[in-house]
């Protein structure tokens, strides 16, 4: 994208129209956080009704991915698995095929890194900018604006974007070329799967030498055990609060492409490998729809 491009956006973003496609538990949050912060907002996801609150706060509703890149000059998906995102961006209906020169794509689902820069590829051609920026934070970073935001893409349109990312999350970093974000999202899932353990494990320890949990967690949260799973999804567990803030059918998503990627790179990656069995044996005993924070359930 020419540089004089992408200076006019930069000065004219607060009037640019930005297409949202994919309404889940984060997605919905985030599109209300574009439309407070002043954006026209167009939105699309498979079940309308799902966009139902955020249209009667003034959301537009677009059909299909096809219309939003008629209308949007900055498109973001927030959808499920790589077969979406490879649908939305790259088929014949598409956000590359049906949109216009000049058009920014941002996609935020956590997918593979060689997709990310198949689609940047084809953007490139066609005189537009992708960049994946997948996102950590669950359902209350979504919520409060305080997402960390992973980019991977041209730093000339991450720079030019930025006004966005800031009113989606708190902690925004540009990662490098195409398919970094999703690379560095990969480090993070890893991170949280042994950690997914490590916290369950003890919770339920507690609980099983007979400690008051909430007690236990006053101690051992502000310490150097102290994680955000353990302060944000423990008491969660403590409650029996299975609701998703992340679903596990996402994570074990999430820890497939971490594990093929970790092969490919000759890399061994036990503690992911661990965690990806007892969530495969959850989902298999019909907890896919849970949150993450239903491992607790493997030990109780």
Not at 77 to 83: A, C, E, I, Q, T
Not at 194 to 205: H, K, L, P, Q
Request: glycine content about 10%.
């Amino acid at each position: 994208m020419e540089q004089n491009d992408l200076e006019e956006f930069a000065v004219t973003q607060s009037k640019e129209a930005i297409g949202f496609i994919g309404l889940g538990v984060m997605g919905r949050s985030m599109a209300r956080n574009l439309l407070q912060a002043g954006y026209e907002v167009h939105v699309y996801t498979r079940t309308k009704e799902k966009a139902a609150e955020l249209l009667s706060e003034g959301a537009k509703w677009a059909a299909a991915p096809k219309e939003i890149a008629r209308k949007a000059n900055v498109i973001i998906s927030m959808v499920g698995y790589p077969h979406d995102v490879e649908e939305i961006y790259l088929g014949e209906n598409g956000l590359i095929e049906n949109g216009v020169e000049g058009t920014y794509l941002i996609d935020m689902t956590t997918s593979t890194p060689s997709l990310a820069m198949k689609i940047a590829q084809e953007a490139e051609i066609k005189g537009m900018a992708a960049l994946d920026a997948p996102v950590s934070g669950g359902d209350i970073g979504a919520r409060d604006a305080k997402l960390t935001i992973m980019v991977g893409g041209e730093l000339d349109a991450f720079e030019a974007l930025k006004p966005i990312f800031d009113s989606l999350g708190s902690n925004v970093v540009h990662q490098g070329p195409a398919g970094s974000g999703q690379h560095t999202k990969m480090c993070n899932q890893i991170a949280i799967a042994s950690n997914m353990i490590g916290v369950t494990e003890a919770i339920s320890y507690a609980k099983k030498a007979g400690l008051d949990p909430d007690k236990v967690l006053q101690s051992i949260s502000s310490g150097s055990a102290g994680s955000w799973s353990l302060s944000n999804l423990v008491p969660r567990m403590v409650k029996g609060d299975f609701e998703p803030g992340f679903y596990i059918k996402h994570f074990i998503k999430d820890m497939k492409i971490a594990l093929d990627e970790a092969e490919r790179m000759g890399m061994d990656a036990p503690g992911l490998s661990l965690s990806k069995s007892l969530y495969e044996e959850l989902a298999e005993a019909g907890e896919e729809n849970s949150g993450t924070q239903a491992l607790y359930k493997h030990y109780n």
